[in-house]
């Protein structure tokens, strides 16, 4: 192994020393950590690559510290030598060299490792990032996708971050521990404190004030399990000079608390999805400031200090303006109901609304360095578009003003949802930011993205003059598992993909990398059928069907049967492209068919384009239906659940399943009514949610045991009820029939059937069948 610290990367140009931002030299995530010697450094990533099949004896590795992060791979005598500026840099470099050899390929759904095939004369030149850093992760990513991790699952996502050159994700896990601690320290005991937090699924809306005590109480066992796993995180991110964000005290109390403590100025908060309002401590209360800081001490000492701490006050809630926190009660929020913002910001005099948006930005700041010196308060920027009648250019200019431009990280995460908020605020007016995309809603994982979009957007940005301190770029995904192809160009782009002049390198060369790197050898027919695919599927940045007239699912199927089924619209994308997409990455099967990857891929897209014909067998049974025409509605339901079964059949290839998200729920208790407890939350949250609003299918899921034991079901007792009473003559009572699902609802939670999957014995083949069954008239 060859260890240097003091060779340094040749210097870049101008051109591309402007694309990397400024940053304070402290908060560089690149540099490495001053209490890591370089070897360990060296080690930790030499531990990666080892973990995902390297053949490390013929790789060296070498840190040349800079404040720009970059790598550089040559190969010569038969091995490869990277350096980087930091462990992530090795890694990125080394996966970027081995994918381009054919040797390495790391995703969610697998990784791919062969042999090393070296050859000699191998040579990147400097790749650099334009980005001071990489960030990962929403704060729902921990109740859709990570509430039932283990150990060996984070390992392997911190592997996949590394290889992404991923360097500042979000760390949320085992902060209950914290909270917990300090709840007992202002006289509540853990009945109260377990009774007032949530089911591990649905703790990221309590964490940002929306809810609290939902299906409580919450399992000690998971706490502690919990607190050991985030110390392991933490000290495996923390080994590779990541810069993990951390949680932070935003103000929401326990109502135990806010009722202990009457002389507080707390406020009881808007019911947020028909949830019963929540508390809030003004920030300017001493004990907001109290609280804040113990918090920050008790976690500095649980899991050790950090640079970078989360706050997130006003998640999908409003801040209160009126002394009493009235006009935060009777708020309505959001695009997708009738929204008061606008009217109620008009009532209050400007000069108020922005003294006190100014004192909560402030003072939410100062808890945070009071505790953390040095610190920066970050932020998601979700709230700025989803709620743009309050949040107008003008009232973020007051919430920010008094925080110091370098001290503050705003995710600006919703670029594919909302995209212009930093144009419309001059950059965050000064402040840090970080640029991307949320891509991914509830864990729903139709098959969708723009990479175009992505390509033109994030070059776009960099070359804007007025982006300001834009620090950094990433991926904000409310679930993960789901179109791994987006992640890997948007990565790909952030780090490498976009040249000194501020150029990305052609889709198609990029495509050619991919499916080598991910297939083993690629060919321009493979491109050829993987551009057909994109055109397809991947030139939708967002999935509008999944939330239609007030009713989420991603597709008809999954959303809760209604008459309105009749109109529901047309899927995004081109089926037409994606068929013929599918049928030329099928036509490469005799060169592929050995490779697991390749046969996922052609899966998913199958499933997919057969899902979105399912919902036109719905959408013509209802119509016929509604209209008495028996003979019709019966050849499309029929057709509608064969189409059903054969897709569940072939969605037990996918990387979860119904069956393996409940066995990891399963496998978190320790006694068999935790494990059925858990169980019951891990369906609950997938499916009917909570609340009274609009959360049922939101999280709505593309796995095997969903199709035919969960959203079939329900559209085939609805479907029964219709054609009964078009059979009888008589009006038809959707009341009932809503109700009756309702019912049958409940009690599929609490069945306690754990849907173990079942693996289709030939996917292509069945893949075939379901273009020919979907085509079919």
């Not at 500026?85 to 890694?91: D, E």
């Not at 003979?631 to 069956?659: H, M, P, S, V």
Request: contains cysteine; charged residues 20%; glycine residues 8%.
């Amino acid at each position: 192994m060859v260890v240097s610290v003091a060779r340094r990367l040749p210097l870049l140009g101008p051109v591309a020393a402007a694309l990397v931002l400024a940053t304070p030299a402290a908060a560089l995530p690149g540099r490495p950590a001053p209490a890591a010697a370089p070897q360990a450094q060296t080690a930790a990533a030499r531990a990666v690559l080892a973990r995902l099949g390297a053949d490390t004896t013929r790789i060296d590795l070498a840190l040349a510290p800079g404040a720009t992060p970059q790598f550089r791979a040559r190969t010569a005598g038969g091995r490869l030598r990277i350096e980087g500026t930091s462990p992530v840099a090795l890694v990125r470099g080394a996966a970027r060299a081995l994918g381009q050899q054919g040797s390495l390929f790391v995703s969610w759904e697998g990784v791919r490792n062969r042999p090393l095939a070296l050859r000699d004369g191998y040579d990147s030149g400097v790749v650099a990032s334009p980005f001071s850093l990489r960030t990962y992760l929403n704060t729902c990513t921990y109740g859709y996708t990570t509430p039932w991790w283990n150990w060996g699952r984070w390992e392997r996502e911190i592997d996949w971050m590394a290889a992404h050159g991923v360097d500042t994700p979000l760390a949320m896990e085992g902060q209950e521990h914290v909270w917990r601690a300090l709840w007992r320290e202002q006289g509540m005991n853990d009945a109260q404190i377990a009774y007032g937090l949530s089911a591990a699924p649905f703790l990221p809306w309590q964490r940002m004030g929306n809810i609290a005590g939902y299906r409580a109480p919450l399992s000690a066992n998971w706490i502690e399990k919990k607190r050991v796993l985030q110390r392991q995180i933490l000290a495996r991110m923390r080994s590779l000079g990541m810069k993990p964000i951390l949680p932070a005290f935003s103000g929401y109390v326990p109502e135990a608390f806010a009722k202990a403590h009457p002389e507080a100025k707390i406020y009881q908060m808007r019911q947020w999805e028909g949830f019963p309002g929540t508390y809030w401590l003004d920030p300017s209360d001493p004990l907001f400031a109290k609280l804040a800081a113990r918090f920050l001490q008790l976690y500095t000492a649980t899991y050790g200090p950090g640079e970078y701490y989360l706050a997130d006050a006003f998640n999908e809630m409003v801040p209160p303006i009126a002394e009493d926190g009235s006009d935060a009660r009777a708020a309505t929020y959001g695009d997708a109901i009738a929204n008061t913002a606008a009217t109620r910001a008009a009532a209050l005099p400007k000069e108020v609304r922005d003294a006190r948006l100014a004192a909560y930005g402030e003072r939410l700041y100062r808890s945070i360095t009071a505790a953390a010196p040095g610190a920066t308060w970050v932020m998601q920027g979700w709230l700025f578009g989803a709620d743009k009648a309050f949040w107008t250019p003008d009232a973020i200019a007051a919430f920010l003003s008094k925080v110091p431009d370098e001290r503050m990280l705003v995710l600006d995460i919703g670029n594919d949802r909302y995209p212009g908020i930093w144009n419309a605020t001059e950059a965050f007016y000064g402040k840090g930011w970080a640029y991307g995309y949320v891509h991914n809603y509830g864990g729903s994982n139709p098959v969708y993205g723009d990479l175009n979009f992505y390509r033109s957007d994030m070059t776009a940005a960099l070359a804007n003059p007025g982006h300001g301190r834009m620090r950094g770029f990433g991926l904000f995904p409310e679930g993960l598992h789901s179109n791994s192809i987006a992640y890997a160009y948007a990565y790909d782009l952030a780090w490498g993909e976009i040249d000194a002049k501020g150029d990305a390198r052609p889709l198609d060369a990029w495509l050619g990398d991919y499916t080598k790197a991910r297939y083993g050898k690629t060919s321009p027919a493979l491109v050829a059928a993987w551009d057909k695919a994109i055109a397809g599927a991947y030139t939708t940045r967002y999935w509008t069907p999944r939330w239609w007239r007030e009713q989420a699912g991603a597709y008809l199927l999954f959303k809760f049967p209604s008459l309105d089924g009749a109109d529901y619209p047309a899927a995004p994308g081109d089926p037409a492209a994606l068929r013929a997409g599918i049928e030329a990455l099928l036509a490469q099967a005799p060169q592929h068919a050995g490779e697991p990857l390749y046969t996922y891929d052609v899966v998913d897209l199958a499933r997919h384009y057969a899902s979105v014909k399912l919902d036109d067998r719905i959408k013509a049974a209802v119509a016929a239906y509604k209209a008495g025409d028996l003979a019709t509605g019966d050849r499309a339901t029929a057709a509608a659940e064969k189409l059903a079964k054969d897709i569940d059949a072939i969605a037990g290839n996918q990387q979860e399943t119904l069956g393996s998200w409940l066995a990891d729920a399963a496998a978190y208790g320790d006694t068999p009514a935790e494990k059925a407890a858990f169980v019951e939350q891990a369906k609950a949250v997938v499916t009917v949610w909570g609340g009274t609003g609009h959360l049922s299918d939101y999280a709505s899921r593309a796995w095997q045991g969903l199709y035919i034991g969960y959203y079939w079901p329900r559209w085939q007792r609805f479907l029964a009820a219709q054609r009964a009473a078009a059979a009888a003559h008589t009006d038809f009572d959707a009341k009932a029939a809503a109700a009756a699902i309702r019912d049958w609802q409940a009690g599929w939670l609490k069945d306690g059937k754990m849907w173990a999957r079942q693996r289709p014995a030939a996917p292509l083949a069945l893949a075939r069948t379901l273009l020919a069954e979907s085509d079919a008239r």
